[in-house]
């Protein structure tokens, strides 16, 4: 059972727009969710998260959303840049656990 | 800082031999972790660490052993590498519980069985 879902495998967006990823997952005990970006043929690189304390959490051109009661994350990206082409994996966890359960990811193809 | 390290970058395998794939990290971290790749199924975790001597497992433990000696080192063993195990396999390490620290990874282990 998935309990980490990333329903669009793929995604292509024009340089200077917005890039929505989303993300949701059903375990109602995860309480701290991570994005993280990865390109091919490295490891997963961190890059922005959020605690189930709070709605929003923003650093530079990346914002995640979190939706509690639709148990519903989201990763913006604004304005998306041809660097920004990756692979996009959300994770979630419970506080007091050291567990990370990732989504399938999300490719993200950023059009110059 | 090397940050995560992970020998070797490709492997080979034939259906049955073993082999250790060999994860380190200098960052002091008392968490570590190994998670496989596969098209279409993300990341799962296969076997995790919180300290010398505490491992765990995941999600899809089977067919591996690990074993956690130091604060350092995590190697995954495959004792009779079967070709469901042809994946791609990262290694990661963070400081602290869920929420208190960045879960670091290494570039991955691209293995094959035949």
């Known amino acids: 059972d998935q309990q980490v879902k990333q329903n669009s495998p793929s995604l292509s967006v024009q340089e200077g727009r917005i890039s929505i990823l989303n993300c949701d997952y059903t375990n109602s005990m995860f309480d701290y969710f991570l994005w993280y970006k990865k390109y091919p043929a490295e490891g997963p690189t961190f890059l922005i998260s959020?605690?189930?304390?709070?709605d929003k959490n923003e650093d530079g051109r990346f914002t995640v959303f979190l939706n509690k009661s639709a148990k519903h994350l989201s990763l913006h990206i604004v304005p998306s840049q041809p660097g920004d082409s990756a692979v996009y994996f959300c994770a979630a966890s419970g506080s007091g656990t050291y567990k990370y359960i990732f989504g399938t990811g999300t490719r993200l193809k950023v059009l110059a | 800082n090397a940050g995560v390290t992970q020998t070797p970058k490709f492997q080979v395998l034939k259906t049955g031999q073993s082999m250790t794939l060999q994860c380190a990290q200098d960052?002091?971290?008392?968490?570590m972790s190994w998670y496989r790749q596969d098209p279409g199924m993300g990341l799962r975790l296969i076997h995790y660490s919180v300290g010398a001597g505490i491992t765990d497992q995941g999600e899809v433990p089977n067919g591996y052993n690990v074993s956690r000696s130091t604060t350092e080192d995590f190697p995954l063993r495959l004792l009779s590498a079967a070709p469901s195990q042809t994946s791609v396999y990262f290694c990661?390490?963070?400081?602290?519980?869920?929420?208190?620290?960045?879960?670091?990874f290494g570039p991955g282990t691209r293995l094959t069985v035949l």
């Open positions: 990661a390490s963070s400081q602290g519980l869920a929420g208190t620290g960045t879960q670091y």
């Open positions: 959020i605690s189930s304390i709070k």
């Open positions: 960052m002091n971290h008392e968490y």
